[in-house]
């Protein structure tokens, strides 16, 4: 039997993966109503407040925002109402993560993640590392390839 989930958390960083991210939000969505938040951080260093204006990263943080909510309100069965846009601030991207999907009571966090080469070793990245760690509800990974249609752009896992 397939799980049913209610509320589903991705998170988004503006690259051709935030596509296959929400393809398989598309693929757990039955007929079911679902609550999508979509969530871009913002990592704020921490030579800076936590509250620092940041209005570029802002600007191209609500770009993205915007470019994956139609993305996402695009799927057939879509409604405005259940697609939620959020953009965060934090020192950490992996933390705001699982933060967010405790403060949003979600049923899984779905995450379209690529290997990373760290000092010569494949590695997830700090953010996926930590979301598979820490998060309290299930995580949903798909692992694009280098190379594929949906492998290319910027990244935060």
């Known amino acids: 039997m397939a799980a049913r989930f209610e ?25 079911e109503p679902v ?21 570029a990263e802002i600007e191209k943080g609500e770009a993205i925002l915007q470019r994956a909510e139609l993305m996402a309100l695009k799927r057939p069965g879509s409604r405005p109402d259940l697609v939620l846009a959020e ?3 934090a020192r950490s991207a992996g933390a705001a993560i699982v933060d967010e999907a405790v403060e949003r009571n979600a049923d899984a966090i779905v995450m379209a993640i690529h290997n990373r080469n760290r000092l010569g070793k494949i ?9 598979l760690k820490n998060a309290s509800c299930e995580v949903i990974a798909v692992r694009v390839p280098d190379g594929s249609p949906h492998g290319t752009g910027a990244s935060a896992s």
């Open 87 to 89: 953009l965060l601030q």
């Open 123 to 131: 590695t997830l990245g700090e953010t996926t590392a930590y979301v």
């Open 7 to 31: 509320r589903l958390l991705v998170p988004i960083d503006g690259s051709r993966r935030d596509e296959r991210a929400l393809e398989i939000v598309h693929s757990l969505i039955h007929k």
């Open 35 to 55: 609550h999508v938040t979509l969530v871009h951080v913002i990592e704020v260093r921490q030579s800076m407040p936590l509250d620092a204006e940041l209005p």
